[in-house]
């Protein structure tokens, strides 16, 4: 089957595709998705980093839950894709829930 073309764009079915089969690593500063882009079906490990600067966590976790905006990231050669893109174009959001 031949790839999609490079095209920025999103759906509402986008995250709960995206979530069936996706696989959560937590690291310390965030957590590591791996999945399959719902889009283009290529697998990518996608790094989500809470903080991109280190300081002092003001008074602990204040949510539970996270939104983190996702997006294609897998290496196939899709074309018309801008040379400093990566992926498919496809874009979606994601919710997490941080563990104790």
Known sequence: ???LP???????SY??????????????????LSGWCP???CPFDFTY???L???P????????TVDVPVLCVCEA???GRPAEEEGCGAYWNVVLERTP
């Open 77 to 79: 050669p899709h074309a």
């Open 49 to 51: 980093t809470r903080r």
């Open 57 to 64: 966590r003001p008074g602990g976790r204040s949510a539970r």
């Open 39 to 41: 889009r283009c079906a």
């Open 53 to 55: 600067f280190r300081h």
């Open 6 to 12: 490079y095209l920025e764009v999103t759906a509402a």
């Open 1 to 3: 089957m031949p790839l």
């Open 15 to 32: 995250a709960v595709a995206y979530t069936a089969g996706l696989r959560v690593t937590g690291t310390r500063d965030g957590a590591v």
